[in-house]
């Protein structure tokens, strides 16, 4: 079994400052490991995911989250927040067998400001 | 586009009434799953279909069914809802296959109100 700390329920920044939403997990077995956005009454959009190769992932809007295998993390970062970000994210993970559902973390609120 | 669909977007019933969502995809994938999310929480998964093989959460409630008639549709009963039922309900799909990582598709999602 998974489990997934989002330590901070909630993140405030100020528009254009950086950004990091920690993720920490815990498995017995080797996992991918996911973020997933939702935006106001809507549902989840997959931001990013690591699944195998560089540990350094991108994606189009600018975020990045790099696994580390050896603290189990995968930490999400943006150098320069948008007030469009301004959203509930999740990091999730499931294990590497061919058929495994997702273990989410609680979430954390971002919320930027002008 | 290829997507998951979730009817409607806003369900309001009467506290004891039976109500259907539904959700429906154009994706072509094998699993479908329902997720219950309340205010400020994570979703919680309820069960999910692998094609038409159901498996439920230990903790679901007997009150929540599944139906899955054919790879596209997927159908949430709630059989007597409680004013607790009130949540966002959503719909994900995937397709299992090796090293694709079950990255699950989401739905907008129903917002079910209890009165």
């Known amino acids: 079994a998974q489990s997934v ?59 990045e989250a790099e696994f580390n295998k050896s603290q189990t993390s995968f930490h999400l970062r943006k150098p320069s927040v948008h007030i469009s970000d301004t959203a509930e994210y999740f990091c999730a993970v499931s294990d590497r067998s061919g058929y495994s559902t997702l273990t989410f973390g609680k979430g954390t609120m971002l919320l930027v400001s002008p | 586009d290829a997507m998951v669909i979730q009817n409607p977007r806003y369900q309001v019933t009467q506290f004891g009434k039976p109500v259907t969502l539904s959700c429906s995809q154009t994706l072509n994938h094998n699993v479908m799953y329902w997720y219950q999310q309340k205010s400020s ?17 230990a903790d679901t409630p007997d009150n929540f069914q599944s139906r899955r008639p054919n790879t596209s549709f997927c159908f949430l009963d709630i059989r007597s809802p409680g004013l607790g039922d009130a949540a966002m309900y959503l719909c994900a799909t995937s397709r299992v296959s090796a090293g694709a990582g079950n990255e699950q598709f989401f739905g907008p999602g129903t917002r079910l109100t209890v009165l």
Not at chain 1, 39 to 55: A, E, R
């Open chain 1, 5 to 63: 700390t989002q330590l901070d329920s909630q993140v405030p920044v100020f528009e254009e400052a950086p950004v990091e939403l920690r993720c920490n997990y815990s498995s017995s077995v080797s996992v991918y490991l996911f973020w997933y956005v939702q935006y106001p009454n809507q549902g989840l959009q997959l931001l990013l995911k690591y699944l195998s190769g560089s540990t350094l992932v991108e994606s189009i809007n600018g975020f």
């Open chain 2, 41 to 57: 929480q994570a979703p919680k998964l309820l069960f999910h279909y692998y094609d038409k093989d159901f498996n439920n959460e």
